[in-house]
């Protein structure tokens, strides 16, 4: 035998032989990069203690994974039902005194969105607007702007022809009709459970607001002289569902071509909106003129502020602030459309155009019901009635949505 060999037993642990130690070392350096000792009894537990690790830290990363999303989601909700709901309250508060200023209200929402948009496009190296590069081309966005317009002045214009806000809600309702009829002709297909899904929450929704208008306007049915200007308000929001069912699905296209450019939409859609609003500008200044004009509404919570230079009452107490009531709606209103568009254009990103319907259906069904508790209306027995179809309906088409989505998922698994 060699001094090579006798070196190499000298240098071995009693028990083990040359080819068994060559086997060791072969096994070692092949399985190095999964951390294989085997003549280590601490490598062992290490090994055990990694191999612990990796499951929690896999799980550890599902759930901030599925946190992030029901994070998500609560903000989408939160901001739609939300700001909606009470956009809703504040736009009754105004149409009861000014019905006419539909128009108004709509050029209010556009400036404010612009204007807190721009903040969110700015990029001080592209002058001279300093707007970032747009990901979708602008003549994409002009179709959708123009739709957009004409169904805001639409919606608000039609208060202007006896509709009120119970009404308004029962004709925007259908919506989801109006949505999966358009995408059938567009190409879409949608299955048994979602068609009857739509239609039940759709029934829902006018069941529960034509219950509701019946019961406000039981005492005053009688001798109306105003059914041709009715007529026309429902005439002018048939047209504006139908716009909105057929920008939906442009949307939802141009979101699967360029992606999600939601925050490109909003911006655009509202500033490019703003010069077409010039040839309502005598009506508009008129309908700012009366709502200056409404009674004042106090606001004693700002009194206190510093540099309002408030002075003090016969009681020597500081009076509080002052505003016309009607501005003040007109302030909230804008301010929880702001919220409400928000919500919606993340929702529209992330999934369906009939998806967002659905969900606009129950927020609108929430603001009526809203609407009934804080302005002291009974909520009759078709309006409870309305309300558990359409949560039903809407828990049945997040069931079929799920399905669906799991039978996805599978077929892609397995090929």
């Avoid at 911006?267 to 010069?275: E, I, R």
Wanted: aromatic content about 8%; charged content about 15%; glycine content about 8%.
């Amino acid at each position: 035998m060699s001094s090579l060999a006798t070196t190499r037993r000298r240098g071995q642990p009693k028990g083990i032989s040359p080819l068994s130690s060559e086997k060791m070392e072969t096994t070692t350096r092949g399985h190095d990069d999964e951390k294989i000792i085997t003549d280590d009894s601490n490598g062992t537990a290490m090994n055990e203690c990694a191999s612990t690790e990796k499951p929690m830290q896999a799980a550890g990363r599902i759930i901030a994974g599925l946190s992030a999303q029901w994070i998500a989601v609560g903000v989408m909700l939160g901001l739609i039902f939300g700001g909606c709901c009470s956009n809703v309250y504040a736009l009754e508060a105004i149409i009861k005194v000014e019905p006419a200023s539909g128009t108004l209200l709509t050029f209010v929402q556009f400036l404010f969105v612009a204007v807190t948009g721009y903040f969110s496009q700015f990029d001080r190296s592209r002058p001279p607007f300093f707007l970032q590069e747009n990901k979708v081309p602008l003549r994409r966005w002009i179709i959708n702007i123009v739709l957009f317009f004409s169904i805001n002045v639409l919606n608000n214009h039609a208060f202007s022809y006896d509709i009120s806000v119970p009404v308004h809600i029962i004709l925007r309702s259908g919506g989801s009709i109006t949505t999966m009829i358009a995408g059938t002709l567009y190409g879409k297909k949608y299955s048994r459970i979602q068609i009857l899904a739509v239609i039940l929450l759709t029934f829902g929704v006018i069941t529960a607001a034509w219950s509701d208008a019946q019961s406000k306007d039981s005492s005053n049915t009688a001798g109306r002289s105003d059914r041709p200007a009715f007529g026309t308000g429902l005439i002018i929001l048939f047209v504006a569902q139908v716009l909105s069912a057929i920008m939906g699905l442009y949307t939802e296209e141009t979101y699967k071509k360029y992606g999600p450019q939601w925050r490109e939409n909003l911006f655009y859609s509202h500033l490019l909106s703003l010069p077409l609003f010039l040839p309502f500008a005598p009506s508009l200044i008129r309908q700012f003129q009366r709502l200056a004009s409404s009674p004042p509404l106090s606001l004693p919570a700002l009194a206190h502020l510093p540099g309002l230079g408030l002075g003090k009452n016969t009681e020597g107490e500081t009076a509080g602030l002052h505003v016309p009531s009607q501005l003040a709606y007109l302030a909230t209103n804008v301010l929880t459309q702001y919220a409400c568009i928000r919500g919606v254009n993340l929702l529209a990103a992330v999934s369906s155009a009939l998806t967002v319907t659905i969900v606009l259906n129950i927020r609108k069904l929430v603001s009526l019901l809203l609407s009934i508790w804080l302005f002291g209306n009974r909520l009759a027995v078709g309006t409870l009635l309305g309300a558990i179809v359409v949560f039903g309906a809407g828990g049945l088409y997040s069931l079929d949505s799920r399905a669906k989505t799991s039978r996805v998922h599978k077929g892609s698994d397995t090929k």
